[in-house]
C-alpha cells in the first residue's frame, strides 16, 4: 500500500520557520510528482506548492509569496516543504499528497492526486 506520513509541524511564533517533512513507501518515489496542500477550518483545500518527479521543476501558489520552498529527496523517499517568515494566516493542516499524471506542472486541483497524508498541524502565533 502506498503511504504517505508527513512530519515536522508544530506551534511556532510569527517570522519563525518550519520544515516539513513527507515519507513514502509503497511504490517507487520516482514514480511520483508530489505536492502540498494546506486546510484551515471552514477553507478549502489550498494548493501551496508541487514539484515534478524527473526534473525537480517547482510550482508554486499564487498566494505563497516566495515564502514557501519545495523539494524532494529521492534517495530517502521523502518531499520537503520549507516554510520562511511564517505568519498567522498559515495556520492550517498540511497535506502532502502524490500523483501519477504522465505530464506534471504543478496542478493546483485537489482531484488530480492520487495519494494523501494524514496531515500535519501547523500554528503561528502573534
Known amino acids: 500500500q502506498v503511504q504517505l506520513v508527513e512530519s515536522g509541524g508544530g506551534l511556532v511564533q510569527a517570522g519563525g520557520s518550519l520544515r516539513l517533512s513527507c515519507a513514502v513507501s509503497g511504490r517507487t518515489f520516482s514514480s511520483f510528482a508530489m505536492a502540498w496542500f494546506r486546510q484551515a477550518p471552514g477553507n478549502e483545500r489550498e494548493f501551496v506548492a508541487g514539484?515534478?518527479?524527473?526534473?525537480?521543476?517547482?510550482y508554486y501558489g499564487g498566494s505563497m509569496e516566495g515564502r514557501f520552498t519545495i523539494s524532494r529527496d529521492n534517495a530517502k523517499n521523502t518531499v520537503h516543504l520549507q516554510i520562511n517568515n511564517l505568519k498567522p494566516e498559515d495556520t492550517a493542516v498540511y497535506f502532502c499528497?502524490?500523483?501519477?499524471?504522465?505530464?506534471?506542472?504543478?496542478?493546483?486541483?485537489?482531484?488530480?492526486?492520487?495519494?494523501w497524508g494524514q496531515g500535519t498541524q501547523v500554528t503561528v502565533s502573534s
Open positions: 499528497s502524490a500523483t501519477m499524471m504522465e505530464s506534471y506542472s504543478g496542478s493546483s486541483y485537489w482531484g488530480h492526486y492520487d495519494y
Open positions: 514539484i515534478s518527479r524527473s526534473s525537480g521543476t517547482s
